[in-house]
């Protein structure tokens, strides 16, 4: 894996739990909006959607750079429109971050001929 597509990844990762976060923070203050008169909706919403606006082009440079499959990229896409997804696709993307690491160590110790 080269570093731009790392970067890419560790991206879609970093953007991935703050914006998990602030869907359920969001879907909170829907709730106390209807149940009280505290009224943070505008404010989180926005937070949110700037957040997943950020998340969607991290995909999309995560998908080109990693030429991850359809099947990938739409998971990935789907992790974020659920509320907690984002903590999935985090793990997701630490575990696959790991992995390439440790076949680009075995590459070049010579461990692996791929």
Do not use: Q
């Not at 909006?33 to 991290?58: C, E, Q, S, W």
């Not at 984002?86 to 076949?103: K, Q």
Request: charged residues 20%; contains cysteine.
């Amino acid at each position: 894996m080269d570093i731009k597509t790392a970067s890419a990844l560790r991206r879609l990762r970093l953007v991935s739990t703050p914006e998990a976060v602030s869907f359920l923070l969001l879907l909170v203050c829907s709730v106390l909006k209807r149940t009280t008169d505290f009224n943070a909706v505008p404010v989180m919403g926005a937070i949110h959607g700037i957040l997943f606006i950020l998340y969607v082009i991290f995909w999309a440079d995560a998908w080109n750079r990693a030429k991850w499959s359809l099947g990938t990229a739409a998971l990935y896409f789907i992790l974020s429109v659920l509320p907690t997804g984002g903590f999935f696709a985090d793990r997701r993307l630490r575990r696959e971050a790991e992995s390439a690491v440790i076949a680009s160590r075995a590459r070049k110790e010579g461990i692996v001929n791929a």
